[in-house]
């Protein structure tokens, strides 16, 4: 998942913008479900399972697993938050 490499700066700007433009087509789909009647709680769990899904699919369950340990310390460290909180 997560990994160091040598690679050009030029490189490591078009996979910032390619992630930046895959955000984009998730969150469109997922504005879309919602407007379409979907819970959004619905729509997270099933944007969830299709990317661990895939990631399986790509690195095989134990990274995926190891990938998925961070996520605790993230959540909570607020990299998911986007709004205020009161």
Known sequence: M???SQTAPIEVEVDVE???VA???VSEAFAEGCLDGLDG???AQAALFA???ELVMT???EATARYAEG???RIRGGAFTTTLQH
């Open 2 to 4: 997560q990994h160091i």
């Open 18 to 20: 390619e992630k930046r």
């Open 23 to 25: 955000l984009s087509y």
């Open 41 to 43: 709680d619905c729509m």
């Open 51 to 53: 990317a661990f899904q």
């Open 59 to 61: 690195y095989g369950e």
């Open 71 to 73: 996520f605790p310390e």
